[in-house]
């Protein structure tokens, strides 16, 4: 299941009070994809990215948790791959298992747990795809009020770690957790028809363009997750230009 997160007064409020420095929400278009961010929780690493989205695999060890943070100008996704999440809002707490996910509003503070001993893999997806936009409120490793990590948390990435969608994309599977993950590209609406609802797939992102109604509006664009089944329920949707997809599939 994915759910929507919208931005509430009560995150508007806690942003206002959050201690941050705005120009550690710069984007210093830094190249991501070859190394790997070493976190207290775990680690991440970027697997695709274009000048409107970023796609991230993060991995977060048993009992451990991210900070609770929220992203001013940018909206996220998250998808669990593996294990069980324990996702809190300042409002609610979800357990998320594999297939399930979150599209969280901009300025929305999230905070994700891994609750049981094989850890958790998830995708995130961030639009616009700048990592430096990101606000701490609470965070149990010393970092509230902090910006995003600096070089001194970068390690080479390896051959286990790493998903080279950056080089090899269209046809390419590869295998992360439970899920292979495929990206695709569709160039109308004739194309899109034909294939996409025969993919298998558990979760789908949007990495360019999107889908719309009838009445040609945006229903799903870049940056969001969704389950097939949203796709089937909605009887007139369409693809209104090339648009390029995310096929997030469980294979065990």
Not at 44 to 69: C, F, M, N, Q
Not at 182 to 194: G, I, L, M, W
Request: hydrophobic share 40%; charged share 25%; aromatic share 10%.
């Amino acid at each position: 299941m994915i759910r929507r997160l919208a931005i509430s007064e009560k995150d508007k409020e806690r942003l206002l009070a959050a201690a941050w420095n705005p120009t550690d929400q710069q984007d210093d278009f830094f190249d991501y994809s070859k190394v790997l961010i070493q976190k207290p929780w775990g680690h991440e690493y970027l697997l695709y990215r274009t000048p409107d989205v970023a796609v991230w695999v993060l991995r977060i060890k048993h009992g451990y948790k991210t900070s609770l943070h929220c992203h001013p100008n940018k909206k996220t996704s998250l998808a669990i791959l593996s294990g069980v999440a324990e996702c809190s809002t300042l409002h609610d707490t979800y357990t998320l298992k594999a297939g399930d996910g979150f599209l969280i509003d901009k300025g929305v503070f999230h905070s994700t747990a891994a609750v049981l001993p094989e850890g958790i893999t998830a995708i995130e997806t961030e639009t616009p795809a700048n990592k430096k936009d990101l606000v701490r409120a609470v965070d149990a490793y010393g970092r509230a009020g902090k910006g995003y990590e600096g070089s001194s948390c970068y390690a080479e990435l390896d051959g286990t770690a790493h998903c080279d969608f950056h080089e090899n994309t269209y046809g390419i599977s590869w295998r992360i957790g439970e899920f292979e993950l495929v990206v695709a590209r569709y160039q109308n609406d004739e194309e899109f028809r034909k294939t996409f609802f025969s993919m298998p797939a558990d979760v789908i992102g949007v990495l360019k363009g999107g889908l719309a109604d009838a009445a040609n509006a945006l229903v799903f664009g870049v940056g969001d997750v969704m389950n097939k089944e949203e796709v089937r329920e909605g009887v007139n949707i369409m693809l209104p230009q090339e648009s390029e997809f995310l096929f997030i599939t469980r294979i065990v």
